[in-house]
């Protein structure tokens, strides 16, 4: 007579599975937030390697007013070709030549090649925004350079 009463009590059968299912809730959102406060989700999703363009400016010789030659670095993991740049003033005014004259230098990665930007009415095919400009010595000047799959780099230059 007492075991039957002890199993038509179903409330202290109830308290116990709401306590074992709390329980893991609790154990299962800790392990959740234990895997990725350690960084374990990026270690099991890899993400693929892609080829990236990443360049990095060496050094920039000004040959004349309206030319300067900037030796520039591949440091990303896929060939570069330049497509066009744009060359801006401290006031604003630019000059921007969207298809690069003749051969558009093409480089591999880790290697070093010299691009020259012209400027002024050296430069056939520019297009100016602003009012037109030269190279003057002690001011800094703005390039930025695009390549065939629109990566836009910028470098600052001082004359």
Same mark, same amino acid.
């Given at each position: 007579?007492?075991?039957?009463?002890?199993?038509?009590?179903?409330?202290?059968?109830?308290?116990?599975?709401?306590?074992?299912?709390?329980?893991?809730?609790?154990?299962?959102?800790?392990?959740?937030?234990?895997?990725? #406060?350690?960084?374990? %989700?990026?270690?099991?999703? &890899?993400?693929?390697?892609?080829? @990236?363009?990443?360049? /990095?400016?060496?050094?920039?010789?000004?040959?004349?007013?309206?030319?300067?030659?900037?030796?520039?670095?591949?440091?990303?993991?896929?060939?570069?070709?330049?497509?066009?740049?744009?060359?801006?003033?401290?006031?604003?005014?630019?000059?921007?030549?969207?298809?690069?004259?003749? #051969?558009?230098?093409? %480089?591999?990665?880790?290697? &070093?090649?010299?691009?020259?930007? @012209?400027?002024?009415? /050296?430069?056939?095919?520019?297009?100016?925004?602003?009012?037109?400009?030269?190279?003057?010595?002690?001011?800094?000047?703005?390039?930025?350079?695009?390549?065939?799959?629109?990566?836009?780099?910028?470098?600052?230059?001082?004359?």
């Amino acid at each position: 007579m007492r075991s039957r009463r002890f199993l038509h009590n179903k409330r202290g059968i109830d308290t116990i599975v709401a306590s074992l299912l709390m329980v893991t809730i609790v154990v299962i959102a800790s392990v959740m937030v234990f895997t990725y #406060a350690t960084g374990l %989700f990026t270690a099991l999703l &890899v993400a693929p390697k892609t080829a @990236t363009e990443n360049v /990095s400016l060496e050094y920039s010789n000004f040959i004349s007013n309206s030319q300067v030659s900037l030796s520039i670095r591949n440091t990303g993991t896929t060939s570069i070709t330049f497509n066009a740049y744009y060359v801006r003033d401290y006031s604003g005014n630019q000059y921007a030549l969207t298809s690069w004259p003749s #051969a558009p230098p093409a %480089f591999s990665p880790r290697t &070093v090649t010299n691009a020259n930007i @012209t400027i002024s009415s /050296s430069c056939s095919g520019c297009a100016t925004t602003g009012t037109a400009f030269t190279f003057q010595p002690g001011q800094a000047y703005t390039i930025l350079v695009v390549t065939k799959i629109n990566s836009v780099f910028s470098f600052q230059v001082t004359r």
